[in-house]
């Protein structure tokens, strides 16, 4: 079982910062990409930010330069820190991760999701 845990997410004002952070716990054998994805009631899911293991990092065109994808592989955590919000940047929040397991004698690999957290910009 594996499981992500967001937190950090909540009501702040446009123009605000926030910090989402999401870990990773269970057995996991490696952790390769971790991700953040937002959506909207009734609209898909969209890729935010992306990075690998080896910390390279690739970003929506609409949140370059106000977001920022780090990670801590000794910890299984990933981090968005988000700046300058704007009303549109309210959504959900939801953190993502390619993980190995081992399962008797065989590698398997998921896609694992968190439970989102709850973004709100005010105007």
């Known amino acids: 079982q594996v499981q992500l845990v967001e937190s950090g997410g909540g009501l702040v004002q446009a123009g605000g910062s926030l910090r989402l952070s999401c870990a990773a716990s269970?057995?996991?054998?490696?952790?390769?990409?971790m991700g953040w994805y937002r959506q909207a009631p009734g609209k898909q899911r969209d890729l935010v930010a992306r990075?690998?293991?080896?910390?390279?990092?690739n970003y929506a065109d609409s949140v370059k330069g106000r977001f920022t994808i780090s990670r801590d592989n000794a910890k299984n955590t990933v981090y968005l820190q988000i700046d300058s919000l704007k009303p549109e940047d309210t959504d959900v929040y939801y953190c993502?991760?390619?993980?190995?397991?081992?399962?008797?004698?065989?590698?398997?690999?998921?896609?694992?999701w968190g439970q989102g957290t709850l973004v709100t910009v005010s105007s």
């Open positions: 993502s991760a390619d993980v190995t397991v081992i399962a008797g004698r065989e590698y398997r690999y998921l896609e694992v």
């Open positions: 269970g057995s996991i054998f490696s952790i390769n990409a």
């Open positions: 990075i690998t293991s080896g910390l390279s990092a």
